[in-house]
């Protein structure tokens, strides 16, 4: 659900379907969340390239001979975090706005802590090269060492998603007691004569008897994503038995036949 129509809604009281506490939603985030995702994998891989470039400084500080390889050696650390960091938060903002379903674990896991674990690739194996090799001189090894470790600490925490969205998380909707359909807006209009609104899945309000989505949520939702420029998303999922729907007064009321009650 979001709020994003520019009237003065109605306030609204909210029980939850499941009979535990409504979770509150932060409203749907937009954006083109493929693109965020290449993105977040070139940092990362980058980040990587750079994580070679700390490598090479130690173990063959005659290639790339331009500047001092223990300044070489810094400076490869600490742009491999800041690419690492800037991919992580891409990688997150993407989850946000297509999430992952807990219905798959094991992808839900993977979208969620693929940022830590890039992390992880990013810094243990320079750390791991650089303590296991012979040749590299003690000061080397302790400023190498400590660097990295700081950095992927850092690096892990920045992109550890400490509240993960699921897909059913933002596919919450809601409905009046009295009404034959669901709503993904809240502040709809329909709902401005009903003080209680009930929140739960797609599936809780079908079997409380209603029927399918809203049709002004559902062209408002249409509206947003286009004028974001944003992937319009499947509604199928939220569209319920949409082909069976037979006229009734919220749909009338969505083509403007009839004016609102309130
Ligand atoms: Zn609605």
Redesign the pocket.
Known sequence: MATTRKRTPRQHTFVSAGGGAVTPTTGRATGNSGLLRVLAVVMWLLGIGCEVIAVLAVKRPELLDFMPSMWRMVGALVIDLVLVIIGSQCWKKANRISPASRKSPVKFWLWNNLGVIMSVIAFAPFILLLLTDKNADGKTKKIGAVLAVVALVIAGLTSYDFSPVAQEDIDQVCWAAGGS?Y?I?ED?Y??DRTEELTVGSVEEAQAAGKDRL?Y??QANYQADMEAQGSEVEDLNDLNGRADDADLDADDLMDLDLIPDAA
């Open positions: 359909v709503h807006y709809c329909h709902l809203c002004t949520c």
